[in-house]
């Protein structure tokens, strides 16, 4: 699952172990920007997200990562989804003070995105 959010954009997979099983109950929440997981995590303080450890990993197409329970993160999500009081995700993600530095490169790659998807819809 791909998650564009006023914090980041973050990629969700369920976690495997050592032995490359899938554990259905926890999930492994990737990024690209550390700041992504950081803005996540700070707002996201009183959960397990509050407390997860930031991964890096070079072996992997997602260099930063965090692993919670799966509990944990469809409520993030739904805490997201409740705390939505913009019209236009396009106009928010830049006004948005959570994104620091990389906020330019962000919203410049969420437009790139819109234009992208915007090709599949029917003329």
């Known amino acids: 699952m791909w998650v564009f959010t ?3 954009f973050v990629s969700i997979g369920c976690a495997r172990d050592k032995n490359g099983n899938v554990h259905p109950d926890t999930v492994m929440i990737r990024a ?15 959960t ?3 407390n997860a450890e930031i991964l890096g990993d070079t072996g992997t197409d997602y260099l930063y990562r965090m692993i919670v329970p ?4 469809a409520s993030v999500l ?3 989804a409740m705390e939505q009081t913009w019209p236009h995700f396009k ?3 830049p006004r948005f003070e ?3 530095s990389a906020s330019s490169r ?3 790659t969420l437009h790139q995105v819109w234009w992208a998807m915007a090709k599949l819809q029917d003329k």
């Open 6 to 8: 006023r914090y980041g």
């Open 32 to 46: 690209r920007m550390r700041e992504h997981l950081e803005n996540l995590r700070d707002r996201f303080s009183d």
């Open 48 to 50: 397990a997200l509050g």
């Open 70 to 73: 799966k509990a944990e993160w």
């Open 78 to 80: 739904s805490q997201m």
């Open 91 to 93: 106009t928010e993600a």
């Open 98 to 100: 959570r994104l620091k």
């Open 106 to 108: 962000y919203v410049d």
